[in-house]
């Protein structure tokens, strides 16, 4: 059964601060995305990674950075957290494919508040 | 113009009843599509994948219309249990990225 784990549930910090959410798949996935949900805009990717120290920008990278040091772990960084960052981030993995797609597992997600 | 658009909803209907969702891409090099069901403060997960020629699990039946790049999921007999947020999405020629389009909420009430 796959499992991917994200680091806290809920989170709260202060604008400015450096946040790190973490994300763990125990099923020797090579993709890892995170992506951020807000209401009436749906899921969207913010960096995506294909392989170790691989990274790519999703549609919304804009203060976020992105760490993948091993296969099982993708971290996502706001170097100082601003207030419309407030949202809920959600860690996915799949298969790496060449072609029709395969499905897309998801953690639990992380409701991070900046105040 | 968002890649994936659906109706937000959301669809109150009542147990027993039967209620579709349709769904619009603009990328028409997109090869694979799917629906996904978030429930409540939960993550999204697989409800199924969408094929050409359509396909059915038990109450559930998807469309793919590539003609009008619009693809449809039909729910019959609804259930108290089926109330969730619907999400469609749709792959890239490359299949690894997913377009999640915002989701259609349904209520199934008793």
């Known amino acids: 059964d796959v499992k991917v784990t994200q680091s806290s549930r809920y989170l709260v910090k202060r604008t400015g601060e450096k946040v790190f959410l973490e994300c763990v798949q125990d099923m020797d996935h090579e993709n890892m995305f995170w992506y951020r949900q807000d209401p009436g805009l749906g899921l969207r990717l913010i960096y995506f990674?294909?392989?170790?120290?691989?990274?790519e920008k999703g549609d919304i990278p804009e203060g976020y950075s992105v760490s993948r040091e091993k296969k099982e772990r993708f971290s996502l960084i706001l170097e100082s957290a601003s207030t419309n960052q407030t949202s809920m981030y959600l860690c996915?993995?799949?298969?790496?494919?060449?072609?029709?797609?395969?499905?897309?597992?998801f953690g639990p997600g992380t409701r991070l508040t900046v105040t | 113009r968002k890649e994936v658009e659906q109706d937000p909803g959301p669809f109150n209907v009542p147990e027993g009843a039967t209620v579709a969702f349709n769904c619009t891409y603009s990328?028409?090099?997109?090869?694979?599509f799917f629906w996904y069901r978030q429930d409540c403060r939960k993550e999204p997960k697989l409800l199924m994948s969408?094929?050409?020629s359509g396909n059915e699990d038990g109450r559930f039946t998807a469309q793919l219309n590539r003609a009008s790049q619009y693809i449809s999921l039909l729910i019959r007999d609804s259930k108290l249990s089926d109330s969730a947020t619907y999400l469609c999405?749709?792959?890239?020629?490359?299949?690894?990225?997913?377009?999640f389009g915002a989701g259609t909420i349904l209520r199934v009430k008793s």
């Open positions: 969408v094929y050409s």
């Open positions: 990328n028409s090099a997109s090869q694979s």
């Open positions: 999405v749709g792959a890239g020629r490359d299949g690894n990225k997913l377009v």
């Open positions: 996915a993995s799949s298969l790496l494919v060449w072609g029709p797609s395969y499905e897309q597992y």
């Open positions: 990674s294909y392989d170790v120290k691989m990274k």
